[in-house]
């Protein structure tokens, strides 16, 4: 089984300040992890994804996301944010092994807002 | 390139009745998906499909049907509609193979008074 975790339904920082949103994971084999945002109105758009390698990953939009083996985490990170960041964003994962069907587990959302 | 298109974007259902969401994808995408978003809540799997002919339970199948008879067309019926399928529903899909993300459409919201 799978599952993702998202702490805060809501996370609020002011622009310019650096914003971080959490997601900490299950899986029984190596996690497939990725983050989506949601604009209102919208589907889902991908923002980045990680998969092996470098543990610090780079996005679109500026966007970063540390992954934690240690601790089951991948949260989202921007060093500067911006109003037009404000948005629903969603942590993902998938197990890797196994015939998964590429079926995605979704953290239940983080709605972020940036203050001007 | 189109990407996941879904009709209708909005519909108003009353109980009992039936309706079919339709979902296609121009990106010869073999695996095919589709999900719920309640409010608060993240996405949850009704059906998925990994090719023509084959499709397979996810976490909420239940009031739900779907079929897959060819690569781009995946549609979702909805058979009595009850007021606890009003949600917006996600069509999906990826290539299948390697870890690769998955591509939504805009949505559907259905709301069954």
């Known amino acids: 089984a799978q599952s993702v975790a998202q702490p805060e339904d809501q996370v609020n920082v002011a622009e310019g300040n650096p914003l971080t949103v959490k997601c900490t994971y299950s899986?029984?084999?190596?996690?497939?992890l990725f983050w989506y945002v949601q604009y209102p109105n919208r589907g889902l758009q991908f923002l980045l994804k990680?998969?092996?390698?470098?543990?610090l990953v780079k996005g679109s939009y500026g966007f970063e996301a540390e992954f934690n083996k240690s601790q089951t985490s991948f949260h989202l990170k921007k060093p500067s944010a911006l109003v037009s960041d404000s948005a629903l964003y969603f942590c993902a994962v998938r197990d890797g092994w196994g015939t998964n069907a590429g079926k995605s587990t979704f953290g239940d959302g983080t709605t972020l807002t940036v203050k001007p | 390139n189109a990407g996941v298109t879904q009709t209708p974007k909005f519909r108003i259902l009353k109980i009992g009745q039936s309706m079919t969401l339709q979902c296609t994808q121009d990106?010869?995408?073999?695996?095919m998906y589709w999900y719920r978003q309640d409010p608060g809540m993240g996405l949850k799997l009704i059906y998925y499909s990994v090719g023509a002919g084959i499709t397979d339970k996810g976490e909420v199948p239940n009031g739900y049907n779907v079929s897959r008879s060819t690569t781009e067309d995946f549609p979702l019926r909805l058979e009595l509609a009850a007021p606890s399928q009003t949600s917006v529903y996600f069509c999906?899909?990826?290539?299948?193979?390697?870890?690769?993300?998955?591509?939504f459409g805009a949505g559907s919201r259905l709301t069954v008074l």
């Open positions: 990680y998969i092996t390698g470098d543990n």
């Open positions: 999906a899909s990826i290539t299948g193979s390697g870890a690769n993300v998955l591509t």
């Open positions: 899986v029984s084999g190596n996690p497939y």
């Open positions: 990106m010869n995408h073999n695996y």
